[in-house]
């Protein structure tokens, strides 16, 4: 199955820097049942005076806890462009998270997520949580 996620999300610094807050978009395949998934996705945060724009793709392992929810773990890269001139400009990340996925039916569900993420580039680390919905496509 493919799904979209669409929610918002919120990203603090561990070093230095200011809380962003901002949404992501996400389209989420299934190549293999209950074993990998891979997602792609944009997103965009602000803070002050400070957008950063973001675009992703992510390995995914799901565990099937009932037949409505799933706990997920995830890691893969990220490419993120911040409009702040010491931010380092456009940086790869490596980033990992974890998260659940509930279907109460089958046309809609939500998630809510962790994760973690760090910029080798320039040193910087986050975390990050977000939730939101989830839409199947086909």
């Known amino acids: ?30 190549p293999i049942p209950n074993w990998l998934e891979f997602e792609i996705g944009v997103g965009a945060l602000a803070s002050s005076g400070n957008t950063e724009l973001e675009a992703e793709f992510m390995f995914e392992k799901p565990f099937q806890i009932s037949s409505t929810t799933e706990f997920m773990i995830e890691v893969g890269p990220s490419l993120s462009r911040s409009s702040e001139a010491d931010e380092g400009g456009t940086l790869l990340n490596i980033q990992t998270e974890t998260g659940f996925f509930i279907w109460p039916n089958k046309n809609l569900g939500w998630y809510a997520s962790v994760g973690w993420s760090d910029a080798p580039k320039n040193g910087a680390q986050s975390i990050s949580a977000g939730a939101g919905i989830l839409i199947p496509v086909f």
């Not at 070093?15 to 299934?30: D, R, W």
């Open 1 to 30: 199955p493919t799904q979209l996620e669409i929610g918002p999300e919120v990203e603090v610094p561990l070093i230095a820097g200011h809380p962003g807050f901002g949404g992501s978009i996400n389209l989420q395949v299934t």
